[in-house]
């Protein structure tokens, strides 16, 4: 096992401490350094010795054994840890291995990760085996454990049992349970969600809680069943009820919910001047918004809201460290943790020109470590998405005299359906993978005109149809099969925009830069349809989620989210 997460060898611990006595050459020294000290909130100058991928050494002193050191002059340089994301759902088209690559490139050495698609597509034992491969990556990839799958399964039970998810959470690579989107259940009676948070303390890992608009009573109580952080605070005095209750915030930054810039201001308004129990997060967003940059844009909107530097670095890297109990290995400049480490040109500019991450260089200085061009997903069983069934013209009747009428990209309302269909109306299917049911609704405020649309990517995995025009449906379906997966657009007969994913139907393997155009490409083709607002993606990815109001299509049926009813159920096709 690759065990660079969580320890060295004992081995290795001799070898650190023989570069200390000179017997062993460090393998770099970074001279003259500039460095943020995350302990004492300060700037100080120093030697930074490291061997291999741990930092041995940070002082005046320059190492006696030093034949076949790299010496790097860091003067008019500013020295930080490597960022940490500590929200990261690394399945949004992209991949844990491209988004990894990409955050690599302005200094995000960490991301700790959602693992909702690996419960959906592969057996734990597997998902484990593609953890450990993508450890052999330069960057620290670590994971949370979750409690529900975040939408109405027919197999509810069968999807999350009991001891799998208490593997899960003893994985040394897992390092939080959560995120609680289940939290209402577990408030009323879930006592089954409530002995899984009760492991992950056991286990000494916080829980992270999903309380968007919580009252003071609501996160009371989830505090006393055992919440320790929260990611969604919306305002300045939701973050300050969240840090007066125990909590650790983490500020939001999302193509979603891109409230970071409002929530400083408001933070600053009501004279938050304490940043020990925050982080910063981009929160899962669509490939584009990445386009200005991830961790590295969250600390640059700190620093221009007045955020002290110091601060603001340590809000997207050691703040993030010690919530996870991670602080002896990642999130500083120091002794024994791991060389993250980002130089910049000026305290104020947080995008490094440079970028070491485990004690090799990944950008911009001397011999760049080259990554992988592509990770082997197919061997852990994530190839191509292949489906044995077709779809019929019995799959695409419409019956239910209730709709999903989109309030915004993400909020749907109920409403009555219109006979013929007016113009903002579509056809909206929901197909099992495996050919096994069908929900069949209308959606209003998607598009109007775009004759089909079918996605392989969702919330559940299943696939989703939009469309005007059921021939154009039916088309798109056979180009997504033909493809192996993906978002596949047909309009008049003609297949008009596609975007392959080739990641079991779920993720792309092509570079985010490429990934970035085709999203914007998708964005640009529907709005030409008629789709009045900025994250189609998104659209696309929560139809089926529950945690959100006021109604979904899901594949138990249509649900009523607050009376947690099934208006309308599944059919068996």
């Not at 209402?184 to 009676?189: G, I, R, T």
């Not at 000026?346 to 990944?362: E, F, I, L, N, Y």
Request: proline letters at 5%.
């Amino acid at each position: 096992m690759n065990e660079h997460r969580y320890r060295w060898r004992n081995k290795q611990l001799r070898e650190h401490v023989a570069v200390m006595d000179g017997s062993i050459a460090p393998s770099i020294v970074l001279q003259n350094a500039t460095y943020l000290n995350v302990y004492m909130k300060r700037w100080m100058k120093a030697h930074i010795w490291i061997y291999e991928d741990r930092i041995v050494y940070v002082g005046d002193q320059l190492p006696s054994q030093s034949d076949e050191t790299e010496y790097v002059d860091c003067s008019n340089q500013y020295l930080v840890p490597g960022y940490i994301e500590p929200h990261a759902h690394p399945f949004q088209l992209y991949n844990p291995h491209r988004l990894a690559q990409y955050a690599s490139q302005s200094g995000t050495t960490t991301l700790i990760n959602d693992n909702l698609v690996l419960l959906f597509l592969l057996k734990k034992k597997k998902a484990f085996s593609l953890m450990e491969g993508l450890n052999d990556l330069p960057v620290s990839l670590y994971w949370w454990s979750r409690f529900d799958s975040q939408s109405s399964l027919q197999n509810d039970e069968e999807f999350l049992r009991d001891q799998d998810v208490l593997d899960w959470l003893q994985h040394d690579a897992v390092l939080q349970g959560g995120e609680l989107t289940c939290w209402p259940n577990v408030l009323k009676d879930d006592d089954r969600v409530l002995h899984w948070m009760q492991e992950t303390k056991r286990a000494r890992k916080p829980v992270e809680g999903h309380f968007p608009g919580a009252s003071e009573r609501t996160l009371t109580k989830m505090k006393l069943l055992g919440t320790d952080g929260d990611h969604e605070a919306m305002t300045g005095e939701e973050v300050f009820e969240r840090l007066r209750l125990g909590y650790t915030a983490a500020l939001r930054y999302s193509s979603i919910r891109p409230d970071l810039p409002k929530i400083l201001k408001e933070m600053n308004d009501l004279g938050i001047d304490t940043y020990d129990r925050i982080m910063l997060t981009t929160d899962g967003s669509t490939p584009s918004f990445y386009e200005q940059g991830i961790m590295d844009r969250c600390i640059e909107i700190a620093l221009e809201n007045e955020i002290p530097a110091h601060e603001a670095y340590s809000m997207a890297s050691y703040n993030a460290a010690k919530y996870f109990g991670m602080e002896h290995r990642i999130g500083s400049i120091g002794p024994g943790r791991v060389a993250h480490i980002n130089f910049l040109e000026a305290k104020d500019q947080p995008t490094p020109v440079s970028v070491m991450a485990r004690g090799k260089w990944v950008k911009g200085y001397g011999d760049v470590q080259k990554w992988k061009d592509s990770f082997p997903w197919a061997e852990y069983g994530m190839g191509k998405l292949q489906l044995d069934w077709d779809m019929t013209d019995h799959d695409l009747q419409f019956s239910i005299p209730v709709g999903l009428h989109m309030q915004n990209e993400v909020i749907l309302k109920p409403y009555t359906v219109q006979t013929p269909p007016a113009q903002d109306e579509a056809y909206l299917t929901l197909l099992d993978r495996e050919g096994k049911w069908k929900v069949n609704s209308m959606i209003k405020g998607f598009t109007t005109s775009l004759g089909g649309l079918i996605s392989s990517y969702s919330n559940t995995g299943d696939l989703v149809l939009i469309g005007k025009d059921k021939e154009d449906m039916k088309h798109a379906f056979k180009r997504m099969k033909e493809i192996g997966g993906g978002i596949v657009a047909v309009h008049e007969g003609e297949v008009v925009y596609e975007i392959p994913l080739h990641i079991a139907g779920m993720m792309s393997d092509v570079p985010m830069e490429t990934l970035i155009k085709q999203e914007k490409g998708l964005k640009k083709l529907l709005e030409e349809h008629g789709y009045p607002y900025h994250d189609p993606v998104y659209t696309l990815l929560f139809l089926s989620s529950t945690h959100l109001p006021f109604i979904r299509i899901t594949p138990k049926g249509i649900i009523d989210v607050k009376k947690k009813e099934v208006l309308f159920p599944a059919i068996m096709r």
